[in-house]
């Protein structure tokens, strides 16, 4: 069974860099899916994703947010993680890293999320 | 970039059922998947691929994709299933993958 856990600061500056990190566990090679993706989600609004990341280490972005955005994998340490630069208080929202299931890319897991806010 | 649009409500009685609606040009050629959403939690897989539920998903959610407008349909309603409902589709050919739907609250009254 996977899991995921997203880590990383609740609080950040505008300007500053953002870093989240997605701790997975219980991947095998009959769950793996193709990869993980990242999402976040303003209160109140639905779903946005941001970035993905296949077993294989190619990448996809968002294209609105593409330069900002870096995704990256460590499996030895089963660690996901994106960074984001330039913060600003419209990136307040809580964020997710999600499973992609190989039909389609169904986000069939998701971690708990972690909730940043963008404030001085 | 491909637009997905929900009612913003939805109410049902207890034991009724529910449509949830998913509008988008041609939707009916792509994969649609569905998610609920509780207060305070992560997204839930409900559907996935039109029409198909991930283990431990009750059989009350069904879904259908057809033309313009996917839908999820939950039968027996009940009070947990009060929540926030997202559709979503994988577009390979766009740069932007992933698209969710504008998001539908179920009250049950």
């Known amino acids: 069974q996977i899991t995921l856990k997203e880590s990383g600061p609740t609080l950040v500056k505008p300007t500053e860099t953002l870093t989240l990190t997605c701790t997975f566990s219980?991947?095998?090679?009959?769950?793996?899916?193709?990869?993980l993706g990242w999402f976040r989600q303003p209160p109140g609004e639905a779903p946005e994703w941001l970035a993905l990341i296949y077993w294989n280490d190619d990448d996809r972005y968002s294209p609105s947010l593409r330069s900002r955005l870096t995704i990256t994998k460590d499996t030895s340490k089963k660690q996901v993680v994106l960074t984001m630069t330039n913060m600003d208080t419209v990136d307040t929202a809580t964020y997710y890293c999600?499973?992609?299931?190989?039909?389609?890319?169904?986000?069939?897991?998701w971690g708990q999320g972690t909730t940043v806010t963008v404030s001085s | 970039s491909y637009v997905l649009t929900q009612p913003p409500s939805v109410s049902v009685a207890p034991g009724k059922t529910a449509r949830i609606t998913c509008g988008g040009n041609?939707?009916?050629?792509?994969?649609v998947h569905w998610y609920q959403q509780k207060p305070g939690q992560a997204p839930v897989l409900v559907v996935y691929?039109?029409?198909d539920r991930p283990s431990g998903i009750p059989k009350r959610f069904s879904g259908s994709n057809s033309g313009d407008t996917a839908t999820l349909t939950i039968s027996r309603v009940e009070a947990g299933d009060e929540a926030d409902y997202y559709c979503q589709m994988w577009d390979s050919s766009s740069a932007l993958h992933y698209v969710f739907g504008t998001g539908t609250k179920v009250t049950v009254l």
């Open positions: 219980g991947v095998s090679d009959t769950n793996r899916g193709v990869g």
């Open positions: 691929d039109d029409s």
């Open positions: 999600a499973h992609m299931r190989f039909s389609y890319h169904g986000l069939d897991v």
């Open positions: 041609d939707i009916g050629t792509k994969s």
